[in-house]
């Protein structure tokens, strides 16, 4: 079987003030993935590797990884499109737990902020929803979202301003708020329109680039920002005791 | 699915004043995209390139077209809107090259568009009426 | 146990080290020269103002090969500016007939066409047509 170099980046907080990097060497073939060659070295090289990982089928979004400095899924990239071998780190942009194992409560806090779940005027009804396929396709590409931080980590103004939403929880709060069975958008809104909501980004684009899932949050915040300048103007021409509710 | 009640309060950010930037600067990137080519390659390169002859760009045709009631127009597509488009990009740039960011950096950013702009219209209206 | 996160360092070189970035970069820079393209145009808003004279300097002025440079290169920024700016458009502000979205490419050309359109309306204003007769 051939072999391939891999350059881990390795942080171990007992020991460690700043992250360095450790040389591997693995046995590939052509269905061997990034998570099977970190397997690899913690099984049979070095037990003391630390990553996350849980279903290898890019759907729990868990294994997040730098690959020659860009964001991927590891269980979704295969060794052989890498034969001059790679560089593995951990997620751009969030700090650093152990060797791959990022913090990203950060992005777990905004996801939070912004409700991404449905909001009901009142009690759930006791009869289903119902949906149309036009009322459907109005948010359903924003809704393969599973939460991997790949956007987080290719997405600079989250790094330079860790407060900004960033392009997952303003995906998902798009796509709450495009949902027909939804009326949470006045409270999602709220967080949209400040400074750290969708005025944080630049578009830069590369978010949507990144992103295992194609889920275009670039898309979304920008249309995002559309619907932030119209709830302004609206805000603008509501009667005051409308406002102060 | 959950209700509105059973919502944990949480506090409001301020209303960022943003929308006003960037509608500019969107109705200027237009205008940038738009206009910008044509006015470079006819008006301003073209004695140079050979596209116009100098009597096409003489005083009287000149003067006639860009005061014109409808020039105005031209001097917002042209000169104010790509104004704001520009200095909102030179705003965020300070940002992302970490040179500058807050209240000062913005009010220079905008301030001076604004200032320039009203120059042009000034003079616009001046040869205008 | 306590824990010890490293929070890596966002160096104000960041955007050089991803071809996105570069291309990021390049794209905010198109600026630059546009502003001085509309420094041109004010400039020449004031010399139409001032008179014959002061317009035909101006004219002259926009022959010295420093400035030639310069518009050219706002004219190249522009260029390339529309070209990120126009495939933008379709992702920002979806248009959609009935449940169908339009198809980008198509809203993409049409922004094309105007560039087009406006060219063609410009040389026309110039009295390009009687120049060519």
Known sequence: MPTLAIRLQRYQPEQDNAPHWQDFRVEYDDSTSVLDALEQIKAGQDSSLSYRWSCRMAICGSCGVMVNGVPKLGCKTFLRDYPKGLQLAPLGNFPVEKDLIVDMSRFLDHLTAIKPYLIAEAAPPSQPHRQTPAQLARYKQFSNCINCGLCYAACPQFGLKPDFLGPAAIALAHRYNLDSRDSGKAERMAQLNSDNGVWGCTFVGYCSTVCPKGVDPAAAVNQGKIASTLDGVIQWFKPAKEQSK | MRTNKQDTPQTTPRRSDEPIWWSLFSAGGVCVAMLVPAIALLVLLGIPLGLVSAEQLSYQRLHALVFHPLGLGVVLGALVLPLFHAMHRIHHGLHDLKLAHGQLAKWLCYGSAIVLSTVAIALWLLSAF | ?133
């Open chain 3, 1 to 133: 146990m306590s824990r010890k996160p490293y929070q890596p360092p966002m160096p104000a070189s960041w955007w050089l080290k991803h071809p996105a970035y570069r291309f990021y970069m390049l794209r905010e820079a198109t600026v630059l020269p546009l502003l001085f393209f509309v420094a041109s145009l004010l400039y020449g808003l004031y010399a139409l103002g001032q008179g014959e004279a002061s317009w035909l300097q101006y004219l002259s002025w926009l022959q010295q090969p420093w400035v030639i440079a310069l518009n050219s290169l706002a004219l190249v920024a522009s260029l390339f500016h529309a070209w990120t700016f126009f495939v933008l458009f379709p992702q920002v502000m979806p248009l959609r007939l009935g449940s169908r979205t339009l198809p980008a490419w198509l809203m993409v050309s049409a922004q094309w066409a105007g560039v087009l359109l406006v060219f063609v309306a410009l040389w026309w204003l110039l009295g390009g047509l009687d120049a060519h007769q």
